[in-house]
């Protein structure tokens, strides 16, 4: 992970760019996030997760189904959510939450950009030393 990236982080911030490498619905997140951030209402972490994305770090999708070329079915990460939207699926705490049926289609994933994996890994000059 970047050195000086990762650690500019605070620990919400942190948990929220693991959730994105690990490309984890939202409700992930809480398995993340250190007990004070746990107790925090879910839009003021929306509010640290919108910081993030404004910074081109981080995008906001919705699962969707994926079928391998041999056939097998999976999840992969589906539509981008519109950013005029992005607040209000945020603050929706059922978002926040894994589903009660356990299918994750149509659920909110965290999805690292390219910008974002300049955070979460090494360059190649830290690599080296």
Not at 5 to 25: C, H, P, R
Not at 106 to 121: D, W
Request: no cysteine; aromatic share 6%; charged share 30%.
């Amino acid at each position: 992970m970047s050195e000086h990236g990762w650690q500019a982080l605070t620990k919400s911030e942190e948990a929220f760019m693991v959730n994105s490498y690990e490309i984890d619905i939202l409700a992930g997140v809480w398995g993340d996030l250190d007990d004070a951030d746990q107790s925090r209402p879910v839009n003021e972490l929306a509010g640290i997760l919108l910081t993030l994305i404004d910074r081109g770090w981080i995008e906001v999708r919705r699962v969707a189904p994926w079928t391998s070329p041999s056939g097998e079915q999976g999840l992969q990460p589906g539509e981008l959510v519109p950013r005029d939207q992005l607040l209000a699926v945020l603050e929706d705490a059922a978002n926040w939450e894994y589903p009660d049926d356990g299918d994750w289609i149509g659920a909110v994933t965290l999805v690292e950009t390219e910008a974002g994996e300049k955070i979460t890994r090494r360059s190649p000059e830290e690599t080296a030393e």
